[in-house]
């Protein structure tokens, strides 16, 4: 059984070749701003920029992965999302938060993708 990072990491993986198929341009993988948390992936599609939240549950015993995003969550990954921003003020005029989940194997995994999941 793989501890919870692990399959975090191999969720991250499994989304940034999903997003890449889709001609997405992945710019950050992991950014963190202090105590106030991380944002999984940060990418382009097209010329905006999406901050990407990646969901990996292997079977539906805690429910969808993307039901464990609550409003104290959205809330953090908007903060860190300005932190991005502000080190990066020109990276883009539009951007947007996505949600990744996956569930099921890595060899076979199903993918939803919630484009503009939330603001």
Do not use: C
């Amino acid at each position: 059984m793989m501890d919870t990072s692990a399959a975090g990491r191999q969720g991250e993986a499994i989304a940034e070749e999903y997003l890449r198929s889709l001609g997405y341009r992945i710019v950050g993988r992991n950014f963190r701003l202090g105590r106030h948390g991380e944002i999984d992936l940060v990418a382009f599609d097209g010329t905006t920029l999406v901050f990407v939240e990646i969901k990996y549950r292997r079977n539906r015993s805690y429910g969808a992965p993307e039901d464990s995003i609550t409003e104290r969550k959205r809330a953090q990954l908007r903060r860190v999302a300005e932190g991005f921003l502000f080190v990066h003020p020109h990276a883009a005029s539009e951007y947007r938060f996505d949600v990744i989940a996956i569930e099921g194997s890595p060899a076979e995994p199903t993918i939803r993708h919630w484009k503009n999941a939330f603001w």
